[in-house]
């Protein structure tokens, strides 16, 4: 099976492909002989296994493409991506990425003999704020942001790539993961992912929107899992629909700051403090509901309890 990961060296990437390569069943998914083809800006390291090859690159360069991939690909998992604040700071480098990126890897696709199956991750910034009291599946995208239009754009093209025959596109709308590396990213989200790591090292950490504030949470593992969900749906789930949101766990700051606590212990609500940044709390942190029975019934999953998610969102890839 001929895999292409674009973004593979990023967050979720490195996860995605440690999966791939683990040995471990893949519900659904039936991969022998897997050879995986990377493709990110740069590689931290580059994998000593025969059955992957990296290729650094711009996603967005078609020749750099058409180098990378031989032969006919089977899955294609689309991550690559410049996230929310840099695309909004930098417009050129996330239309570049976001849509020209986007653009190639379609074009590069309908050229084959036999669809792929293509996995675009796409992104909850394509509601914009504010929000609505509930989101559910019929909510209409409303992007407030460029990445958030960049991406609901994203999304049409692989409906109608895929309404055309020349792929078999699954998209997943992510919610925040966490918990991110603590370095600069890009992600105006960034806070979901430092208070964990903090408040569980037993550091202070000085959050950015204020204790009621809602957010949406999945953890990298079970992102990892949705995404190869998505990978393993049946002809008649996609026909249906192309676009899922993933569930999530919907919980207030203060609910995270708690089950930490339920952890590591109760001094752990003492190294919190609040700031609230109002501008970053209409985005990211006053979310409604969101509701997705589809997406329930057809075998999508969040983390169960916040103390799962607590634990698996420390995890390694």
């Known amino acids: 099976m001929n895999i292409l990961v674009t973004g593979a060296d990023g967050f979720i990437g490195r996860a995605l492909v440690a999966r791939l390569l683990s040995g471990e069943p893949l519900p659904g998914l039936e991969l022998s002989q897997v050879s995986l083809t990377l493709i990110d800006q740069h590689f931290e390291q580059v994998a000593a296994d025969p059955r992957v090859r990296t290729i650094a690159?711009?996603?967005?360069?078609?020749?750099?493409?058409?180098?990378?991939?031989s032969g006919?690909?089977?899955?294609?998992?689309?991550?690559?991506s410049v996230p929310g604040g840099r695309a909004e700071s930098n417009f050129e480098l996330g239309r570049r990425v976001n849509l020209d990126g986007t653009l190639s890897?379609?074009?590069?696709?309908?050229?084959?003999?036999?669809?792929?199956k293509v996995i675009f991750a796409s992104t909850i910034g394509v509601y914009g704020a504010p929000l609505p009291p509930v989101i559910d599946e019929n909510t209409v995208a409303a992007p407030s942001m460029s990445y958030g239009a960049q991406k609901l754009i994203g999304e049409i093209l692989v409906s109608d790539y895929s309404r055309r025959g020349a792929i078999d596109g699954r998209t997943l709308r992510l919610p925040g993961i966490v918990a991110r590396p603590p370095q600069p990213?890009?992600?105006?989200?960034?806070?979901?992912?430092?208070?964990?790591?903090?408040?569980?090292?037993?550091?202070a950490f000085d959050c950015p929107v204020s204790p009621e504030g809602m957010?949406?949470?999945m953890s990298r593992p079970c992102v990892v899992e949705n995404l190869l969900h998505a990978a393993a749906l049946a002809p008649r789930q996609v026909q249906e629909r192309r676009t899922w949101l993933l569930p999530v766990l919907h919980a207030s700051i203060a609910d995270i700051v708690a089950?930490?606590?339920?952890?590591?212990?109760s001094a752990v609500a003492a190294n919190v403090t609040y700031h609230p940044n109002p501008a970053l709390q209409a985005q990211f942190a006053n979310l409604p509901p969101?509701?997705?029975?589809?997406?329930?019934a057809a075998g999508f999953r969040h983390d169960g309890t916040l103390e799962a998610l607590i634990e698996r969102s420390l995890r390694g890839p």
Do not use: T
């Open 215 to 217: 957010a949406w949470w």
């Open 290 to 296: 969101l509701n997705c029975p589809a997406s329930l």
């Open 259 to 265: 089950a930490i606590a339920r952890i590591h212990g």
């Open 185 to 203: 990213s890009g992600m105006l989200s960034a806070f979901m992912s430092d208070i964990i790591r903090n408040l569980s090292a037993g550091r």
């Open 72 to 80: 006919e690909l089977h899955y294609v998992f689309h991550l690559a």
């Open 105 to 116: 890897v379609l074009e590069l696709l309908r050229r084959q003999a036999q669809p792929a």
């Open 57 to 69: 690159g711009d996603i967005a360069d078609g020749d750099l493409l058409r180098r990378a991939v």
